[in-house]
């Protein structure tokens, strides 16, 4: 029982040891290389902790390994920009002045609903907020919002999202969709050719289609 003590002790040492030589960044900071190299060298420490007909030094041999491939992959990627990109991938625009890219959101496999999230957890919950908005290669979202816009106070919800009616947020503010189809169809648009729609509580409808700019109305008529 001792023995596995002791070579857990170390394992865990040497491990800490060269995640701080890796760098200071969180999990949720990596580059995906950084992330894959860490999950291998989280196993690489657990077969000597758990099987003690491993060497220890198998084990330590192994991690210190992948430390080194981890600093050859930086002087590389820092010599060659194709390869940085080949292994890092290259930030993309998913807002703009236009409206949402929704070709580039296709393009990593995202629905709106991870930029949706994504955006509230940068601090923003209005689509029409933003004048740009950019995924990093860490999957982080970095925001250029509109300066006039920064501190609005309505929670919008979104009605229509991926050409869907989302019926739970219509019954949150007590909507009737045949409201939001007349606006759509005054644009030649139905819920098929909509990216994303939110309407807050001001009855303030804001569409993004498929194709062209996107546009706000007052389902009510007017702006309350």
């Known amino acids: 029982m001792f023995t596995v003590i002791i070579r857990v002790a170390i394992i865990f040492f040497v491990l800490l040891l060269v995640i701080r030589m ?3 960044r969180q999990i949720g900071e990596m580059e995906p290389f950084e992330l894959a190299i860490t999950l291998v060298i989280a196993e690489l420490a657990c077969i000597p902790m758990a099987d003690k007909s491993i060497p220890l030094t198998y084990g330590i041999v192994s991690i210190l390994a992948m430390y080194v491939v981890h600093q050859i992959i930086i002087l590389l990627s820092k010599q060659n920009k194709k390869l940085q990109s ?3 991938g290259t930030p993309v625009i998913v807002v703009d002045k236009k409206g949402i890219k929704y070709d580039a959101l296709k393009s990593m496999n995202m629905q709106m609903t991870d930029l949706l999230q994504a955006m ?3 601090g923003y919950f209005c689509l029409d907020q933003i004048a740009y908005a950019i995924f990093e290669t860490n999957g982080q979202l970095s925001v250029v919002p509109y300066p006039d816009k920064q501190n609005s106070t309505v929670l919008p919800v979104a009605v229509i999202v ?3 009616w989302s019926q739970t947020e219509l019954d949150y503010y007590h909507v009737d ?6 606006v759509l169809q005054k644009r030649g648009l139905d819920e098929t050719n909509v990216i994303i ?4 509580e001001n009855s303030r409808l804001l ?3 498929q194709q062209g700019a996107f546009f706000e109305e007052y389902i009510d008529g007017e702006k309350q």
């Open 86 to 88: 080949a292994l890092s």
């Open 177 to 182: 969709k045949d409201k939001i189809q007349k």
């Open 120 to 122: 509230r957890t940068a």
């Open 22 to 24: 890796m760098g200071k």
């Open 197 to 200: 729609a939110t309407l807050d």
């Open 207 to 209: 569409v993004y289609p």
């Open 162 to 164: 991926d050409g869907q």
